[in-house]
């Protein structure tokens, strides 16, 4: 079986044969590149048009029955047609910008649908996580006034320098474990680190399961 295609210039129609019914836009496009000796080039590409219905066919899986003559040119990238998942794309990734209260807002009186409400929840619940909290000075760095928003690695708490972290210099060090993963609502504060059960929570607060507290 064969199709029959022709570039804008040329007067006459050429021909590519194939096993099949059908030949997909891709390999068509080979096939003329290895007829015409076209070298591989990420600037342009072959816009494959159909000669009797003039569709453009923008998608390499899209069959071509046999027998069709077709219209070749060579494009720059930047001006092929659009496929209609990339359109689609574009428009999913235009997400409306939803202004979240570092101090917890009240979602239930939040203007907007649903799904911004969820976005603007799920900004909220991993605020305390986000990587612009923390700041990391080393060394000979670390000398006069401590940085409002820099975090002490050991304790996890702000207002002091690590080299002066009153665990770290703690004659009874005490093994500091993490929240990750428990609610802030399970969790019960506490005065410190030495507080049986206790665990660091995101903000640098100590807190212990609500279920330990209990028991």
């Known amino acids: 079986m064969s199709v029959h295609y022709k570039f804008k210039s040329a007067l006459d129609y050429d021909t590519v044969t194939f096993d099949g ?14 007829q015409k000796r076209i070298g591989k080039t990420s600037d342009f590409d072959l816009q494959i048009t159909n000669a009797q219905t003039k569709e453009v066919y923008v998608d390499d899986n899209t069959l071509i029955p046999k027998n069709t003559s077709l219209l070749v040119a060579r494009v720059p990238l930047s001006q092929q047609p659009k496929k209609q998942w990339e359109n689609s794309n574009n428009q999913s990734a235009v997400v409306k910008d939803v202004s979240v209260n570092k101090g917890l807002a009240d979602l239930s009186r939040m203007e907007g649908s649903e799904q911004d409400k969820i976005n603007a ?11 612009s909290n923390y700041q990391k000075l080393r060394g000979q760095n670390q000398r006069g006034v401590v940085p409002a928003n820099y975090v002490c690695f050991k304790c996890q708490k702000r207002g002091h320098w690590i080299k002066d972290c009153p665990i770290a210099n703690s004659s009874d060090p005490v093994e500091i474990r993490r929240s990750s993963g428990i609610p802030r609502s ?3 504060p506490v005065d410190g680190p030495k507080a049986p059960g206790a665990m660091m929570t995101p903000s640098g607060t100590f807190a212990v399961p609500a279920v330990d507290q209990h028991t």
């Open 186 to 188: 399970f969790m019960v």
């Open 21 to 34: 019914l059908h030949i997909s836009v891709g390999d068509l496009k080979t096939a003329i590149s290895q």
């Open 121 to 131: 929840m799920i900004c909220q619940s991993t605020f305390d996580y986000d990587p």
